[in-house]
């Protein structure tokens, strides 16, 4: 299994991940042509790519997904509640819930918390490697953690450092509070809790994700995470950062 964030933030966000047999994205919110481009720099083609699988219905996680599977045609793997949502005229459409691999993987989903009808996570598996994707949501409910624990990569929303949040000028008091909400971001704060209550012996990476561009900075989203690992006495450095517009390392389970 192979892992490459393309692009994550309030832009656009798109992760590749491939396994044996199925080249995926989770979410298509970066132009066609970007997503093209970025899966070139891999050595994949776009033809290639058998299946999406939709978050939610935000412009920063679909705004390329009519395009993409308009010229592609890869099966779209989506919640009725999001597709209603999204207004886009789709085809080759699955939905999540009642999503069926029977040959490498395993895929499931699981609801998080944000200002949409409807948000899923994943869960990617194939044989023992896994992937979990979680952004864009203002908690995790502990009744997932049996689920999401221990697994080998962390594609994990780590979005805002609260006091640059509350002392931003350019952000209104109450678009301030509906981000610190249930159905808001995770904070580097909150981020690091769960993931010092989430990772295991069988965890590799972890990458964070959906960093605010105004909110929040790559330094600060790393200190949080590892002062936490420190205080609860884990052991853990392969961390590193997803950007807007650029790939990340592939990284290989």
Known sequence: MRLCVLSSGSKGNCTFVETKNHKILIDAGNSCLYIEKALRKLGIEPSSIDMILVTHAHIDHVGGLKVFSKK????????????????????????IEQVKINDDIKINSFKLSHDVTDIKGYIIEEDEKSVVYIT???????????????????????????????????????????????????SNKDSSYYLTKL???????????????????????????????ERKNIDFNNIIIARQNELTELIEV
């Open 72 to 95: 592609y045609s890869p099966l779209i793997y989506i919640s009725d509640k999001i597709q209603k949502e999204s207004k886009l005229e789709l085809e080759n459409i699955n939905s």
């Open 136 to 186: 864009d949501t203002g908690y995790i409910n502990e009744k997932l953690f049996n689920n999401i624990s221990n697994k080998n990569i962390y594609v994990f929303e780590s979005n805002h450092d609260i006091e640059k949040l509350m002392n931003n000028p350019n952000y209104p008091h109450n678009t301030k509070i509906r981000i610190l909400g249930e159905k808001g971001h995770l």
């Open 199 to 229: 990772i295991g012996p069988n965890t590799k990476q972890i990458i964070l994700a959906h960093l605010s561009e105004q909110n929040n900075t790559e330094d600060l989203a790393l200190k949080t995470l590892k002062d936490t690992l």
